[in-house]
T-cell receptor
């Protein structure tokens, strides 16, 4: 059974800190991995997509890495801001075509002003 | 211009009723999905359609029937609604890139279904 685990489940830090969110997955067969944020009552916003052939992707203050051999991905957020407060979801895709994403349960992040 | 749009955004109905949720994407993608987010916020895939063909049906009760009139639309019809169907249903789309890699999934804003 494919599983995606995210640690920690919740995190509260003061503004300005750099932080790391962790994602691990069983089964090293991976097609790509995608990080999303979800604000309360809203849909999912795609943050970063890492293909299986890539090691990392960067967008602004966000950096996501992928280590297939250990079955892990991390999302690094630099200089956190209150607007970063949201639930962050990691999702892996094990195959191409119409194969969907398997999601973790998310990390609920609060950035204190 | 919204890339993936769902209607309605909110739906409140009685047990036993039949309801539909519509989804449209204007991204030109060839694959569309329905996901269910339960009360614990866990997202799980329900269906996937690629070029109007059902690809995945992840142990969903047959009261749920997806219908895709064309590759830009994927509707979800639910018969005989039960209390446990209360959830947020998300539509998503992607473009499969074959050997070049997997397409990024884009999600709609969700449709919150409440069954009384």
């Amino acid at each position: 059974k494919q599983e995606v685990t995210q640690i920690p489940a919740a995190l509260s830090v003061p503004e300005g800190e750099n932080l790391v969110l962790n994602c691990s997955f069983t089964d090293s067969a991976i097609y790509n991995l995608q990080w999303f944020r979800q604000d309360p009552g809203k849909g999912l916003t795609s943050l970063l997509l890492i293909q299986s052939s890539q090691r990392e992707q960067t967008s602004g203050r966000l950096n996501a890495s992928l280590d297939k051999s250990s079955g892990r991905s991390t999302l690094y957020i630099a200089a956190s801001q209150p607007g970063d407060s949201a639930t962050y979801l990691c999702a892996r895709r094990s195959g191409g075509g119409a194969d969907g994403l398997t999601f973790g349960k998310g990390t609920h992040l609060i950035i204190q002003p | 211009d919204t890339a993936v749009s769902q209607t309605p955004k909110y739906l409140v109905t009685q047990m036993g009723n039949d309801k539909s949720i519509k989804c449209e994407q204007n991204l030109g993608h060839d694959t569309m999905y329905w996901y269910k987010q339960d009360s614990k916020k866990f997202l799980k895939i329900m269906f996937s359609y690629n070029n109007k063909e059902l690809i995945i049906n992840e142990t969903v009760p047959n009261r749920f029937s997806p219908k895709s009139p064309d590759k830009a639309h994927l509707n979800l019809h639910i018969n005989s609604l039960e209390l446990g169907d209360s959830a947020v249903y998300f539509c998503a789309s992607s473009q499969d890139l074959g050997l070049a890699g997997g397409g990024e999934l884009f999600f709609g804003e969700g449709s919150r279904l409440t069954v009384l």
